[in-house]
Structures are given as structure tokens and as C-alpha cells.
């Protein structure tokens, strides 16, 4: 018989719907020019994905990087057909995976270069006055054309994956990053479940506000 995992532990939920509304947040006050919050949004989003990279060391099993690495034996596998039964019923799939790699190193990127633009305008960046005019406008170009457009292309392809894991599948993503739990498809193989206790929710909450700390002196007393 088949029991519900807890694949999805509480501080990976959390994050995940924070930056979602982040995301949200940043293209509305972007477009209405609301700067001051444009910042203070992107601050945020910087907190969070310097969390995700340590919580994907340390966090729950299914996520932590190891557990959803694009590596070429895990694309090769995956192309034959292969792929693990774990991997077919929980966590991430091959595709999700390189989804989430994208995510993060383009809001990476968007958040980088937003602290390092200079438009001679309405905004300067807290980085700004340590690089060449001629850098920070080409930061300002990238924030403003090619990463926006980078960023809404992933967040439209997510959002149709999941449309069409629902409709044509049947298979509700959005559920289990809300409860946490998943049931496997397969059973043929152990399906160890995300640590999501009360410590290491503890921890997680250490570790956000350590990032908030790194983020703020990154943005703050370092710029």
C-alpha cells in the first residue's frame, strides 16, 4: 500500500511563495516605477535565493541539490528512459530541475545587475558608483530588456508546466507545495521522506536571517 511522503519540507513551501509574490511585487512596481519598492523587493528576493543555496545543501532530502542535479548521467538516463522510480514519482523531474537551475541563475543575475545599474535618471543601484559608467549602463540595458524578458519567459513556461501537468496529466504540483506530501506513483524503490521537523524549521529560520544580515550589508554598510 501506498503512503503519502513528505517531499516538500515547510522552509522550502515558504520559500517558494515568497519569491513567487516577490516576483510579482518587482514586475508590478517596476512597471508603475515604483523604485524605492522595486529595491526593497529585489533585497528580498536576494535574501531568499542566498537561503535556497544553502537550504539546498543542508535542507530536506528532495531539496537539496544533490537530489535534482541535471548531471549528463541523469540526462542520459532520463532520455532512455531510465530515470529512477523515485525520480518519476517525487521530487523533481528532469525538466523541473533545469527549471529551477534556470529560475535561480536568472533572478540571480536580475537581482545582480539591478544592484549594480546606473540609469542617470530615476535609479542607481547601491554597487553602482564602484564600476565604469559604461558597465553600469550595460547592467542597466540587461536588468531593464534582456533579463526582464529572461525572467517572464520562465515564469510563463512554469506556470504553463504546471497547466499542463494538471489538465492533460492529472497530476497536481501545486498541492503538494502547499501541504508538503506526495503519493509515488511507483513503489519499487525506497522513497525516503524530506526532514521537516521542528529543529530543522528552527534552523531554517537561523539561516533566513543570516541571509538577511549578509544582505543587508551587502546593500547597506558594504555599498
Known sequence: MKHRVRVWDLPTR???WLLAAA???MFATAYLGALDWHMRL???VLVLLLFRLVWGLV???WSRFANFAPSPRRIWRALRGQARDTEAGLGHTL????????????????????????????YAGPWAR???ETFTAWMSDYHADIGQWLLLGLVLVHVGAILFYLLVRGDNLISPM????KLPTLTSSPCPPSRDDLLSRVLALVLLL???VLTWWLTGFAA
Open 14 to 16: 515558504l520559500f517558494h
Open 42 to 44: 529585489g533585497c528580498a
Open 178 to 181: 502547499v501541504h508538503g506530501d
Open 130 to 132: 564602484h564600476f565604469p
Open 210 to 212: 543570516a541571509c538577511a
Open 23 to 25: 516576483i510579482i511585487g
Open 59 to 61: 535542507g530536506g532530502h
Open 95 to 122: 525538466l523541473g530541475a533545469l527549471s529551477v537551475w534556470a529560475m535561480l541563475l536568472v533572478l540571480l543575475a536580475q537581482v545582480i545587475s539591478g544592484l549594480m545599474s546606473d540609469d542617470d535618471i530615476a
